[in-house]
């Protein structure tokens, strides 16, 4: 049976696995790393595309083109807040796509943050594939508990665009608690930290037999390390201007040395107390070349990001409300996410809960070893485990005078369905309009608008006569269909939230091509520079050669060698692929002459051979030759 992959797609790095013998196993990538960065760029001279490691290695050169986090921008509008602030401090810039959601520019065009996602998920597939020896088409793909249905639906695109049947969305936490429970068999009540790159989830769970019950979540799809690291950034800058006048914040390859800087003395400053901070040569003046050195220490840093830390309390406090316990009924607090090795993080949980947190599980691969797990299950190759989720947030609808009005309360079990029914607002109303909604807010302004459709062909009637049934169906990803139907005609209408990602159906049968496509074209340009470096290789041992067997070699066969070895190094780099094979194989050819002339020389098997053999001198044998018996001893 083919293996089906488990995908921690993250904001900063993402991590594939996949289940041997009913235990989860960590892919490397093609790198030889188990973290592979969620990093995407373009060379803009030669539109080559770089994923992961090849891609964040060149950021500092090529800024405006290199896009990172772009898990933060999925599902979210140009006029978000959030993505507001975000076109203020990343280094490529962000556009406001037809729909009005927030797309990026690199190389030569803009990408929906789903295509960018993809390509990492692309890049993912294709090195396990290269080191399972099968195809895959198959994956689970988690995301924050948070994640709205936007978001939800913008990563389940991106899988499809990667050439990946999505079979699962999975929350993040949830997976993490399946990593961690999945050999224990006494019941616990759990909560599992989640802080990373970009996104905080808090997760409560109960398990048990095998179950694993999510009685609540909450969190901030908008808080993670990034923050933290853009907190020592701003830090940075403001202490350099001080010092020198110069403002690196309009310089978009120092800031990309500045994040780079700061995420390093980050990582430190969890094992050290103090770090320094050195990059030479990060800007100029009249006055020559400015070096950057300071010295961070860990205090120093808690206190920066002490406002971020902070806005864990109120999803903590909340989810454990939701549940319906007290924080001594948890029973661990398992840690999950690069940014729970923090420190003050680790402080701030033990305050929060009133214990030492958990620390049994690999924070950087326990939600993809996770999704591999309920791959596993999903296909029939795990036993005996049971996931039971939850919707992260109220899904309901707008009802008259802008109030919204909740069907499904957040928190509650998917699969799940609810039914309700409306009347009309004014008399003889031919029509109704359902606007569905997510979020929390009393008033429909205030939440989420996530899709619109028209029930019409109402008959005349006075004003609440009418019977309309709204049924709300939530599916185990967490994605929403919602149908109306007119109880008296049986008219119905039904809305699938597919366009909530922001992309058609057709954008995505696009994508998808142009993928496919790209991935030939990624082929042919290694073909390409496969060609290219055996015709420079050639061209030197054509050069060895002549140096090696010079004494052997005829003088017009080693300026034939010399002229056509000489020719083809210098068009390695400029001539067409074509052209260089039939370079490569005329100086073969001309190399060849070189041992049958070697071998004529040493009497070997290029010899000319005369049918006399006295001719041929066999009878002129020396006086000290022996002649030849043999005997076995």
């Known amino acids: 049976m083919a293996k089906v992959l488990g995908i921690d797609l993250g904001t900063t790095n993402s991590v594939m696995s996949y289940v041997e013998g009913g235990q989860p196993l960590i892919l490397e990538n093609a790198e030889g790393s188990r973290l592979t960065p969620s990093v995407v760029a373009v060379n803009p001279k030669t539109n080559e595309r770089y994923v992961g490691l090849a891609a964040k290695r060149q950021g500092i050169v090529n800024p ?40 990026v520019f690199m190389g030569d065009k803009t990408y929906s943050p789903p295509e960018i996602s993809s390509m990492i ?114 830090w940075l800058v403001q202490e350099f201007k001080q010092e020198t006048t110069i403002d690196l914040s309009a310089d978009r390859m120092a800031l990309q040395r500045l994040k780079e800087a700061a995420e390093k003395a980050k990582v430190e400053l969890s094992s050290v107390a103090q770090t320094e901070i050195n990059l030479p040569f990060v800007s100029a003046d009249s006055a020559g070349p400015k070096h950057l ?25 909340q989810a454990i409300t939701d549940a319906g316990i007290s924080v001594n009924d948890i029973n661990e607090v398992i840690m999950v996410g690069g940014m729970t090795r923090m420190p003050s993080v680790m402080e701030r949980v033990k305050a929060t809960f009133k214990q030492d947190p958990n620390h049994s599980v690999n924070p950087d691969e326990a939600v993809a070893a996770g999704a591999a797990l309920q791959a596993a299950v999903l296909k029939g190759d795990v036993q005996d485990i049971l996931l039971l989720d939850v919707t992260p947030l109220t899904m309901g609808l707008e009802t008259e ?49 996530v899709g619109k459709f028209i029930l019409d062909g109402i008959l005349p009637a006075q004003r609440g006569v009418p019977k309309i049934e709204v049924t709300f169906d939530i599916d185990a990803n967490g ?10 005609t049986s008219r119905e209408q039904k809305i699938v939230i597919e366009s909530s990602s922001g992309l058609s159906k057709e954008e995505i049968e696009q994508m998808v091509t142009d993928a496919e496509q790209h991935a030939s074209e990624d082929q042919e340009r290694k ?33 034939e060698i010399q002229s056509k070895g000489e020719a083809l190094t210098a068009a390695a780099q400029t001539e067409d692929v074509a052209t260089l094979r039939t370079m490569m194989e005329d100086l073969n050819a001309t190399m060849q002459k070189v041992g049958e002339a070697v071998y004529q020389q040493a009497g070997g098997p290029g010899e000319a051979e005369n049918e006399n053999p006295e001719e041929n001198g066999e009878n002129d044998k020396p006086d000290d030759t022996v002649e030849g018996e043999f005997r076995e001893v």
């Open 64 to 103: 405006e083109h290199t896009i990172f986090s772009a898990k933060r921008l999925m599902g979210r509008k140009i006029a978000d807040p959030v993505v507001k602030g975000d076109i203020k401090r990343l280094p490529y810039k962000i556009e406001k796509a037809d729909n009005g959601d927030a797309h």
């Open 121 to 234: 998920l692309q890049k993912m597939k294709v090195d396990a594939e290269a080191k399972l020896g099968e195809a895959i088409t198959e994956a689970v793909v988690t995301v924050p508990a948070y994640f709205n249905d936007a978001q939800r639906q913008a990563t389940k695109d991106a899988g499809k665009v990667a050439g990946l049947d999505v079979l699962r969305i999975i929350n993040e936490p949830t997976a993490a608690a399946l990593a961690y429970g999945m050999d224990k068999h006494n019941e616990a009540t759990i909560a599992v930290f989640d802080l990373g790159g970009g996104t905080f989830d808090i997760t409560i769970l109960r398990l048990g037999d095998g179950v694993f019950e999510v009685l609540s979540t909450a969190g901030d799809t908008h808080l993670g390390g990034d923050d933290f690291d853009q907190k020592a950034m701003e």
């Open 293 to 317: 050195v300071r010295t961070l220490t860990r205090a120093q840093l808690e206190q920066l990001t002490e406002d971020l830390l902070s806005r864990v309390d109120g999803p903590c406090k």
């Open 401 to 449: 005078g802008g109030v919204s009005h909740g069907l499904i309360p957040r928190n509650t079990t998917i699969p799940t369905s609810k039914s309700e029914v409306f009347t009309t607002a004014s008399e003889n109303q031919p029509s109704v309009e359902i606007h569905v909604l997510q979020g929390e807010r009393p008033m429909a302004s205030d939440n989420r608008s």
């Open 479 to 488: 994605i929403l269909s919602v149908s109306a139907k007119d109880q008296a």
């Open 527 to 559: 073909e390409e520079v496969d060609v290219r470096n055996a015709a420079s290789q050639l061209g030197f041992s054509a050069k060895k050669l002549l140096e090696e067997q010079a004494d052997h070699i005829p003088e017009e066969l080693k300026t």
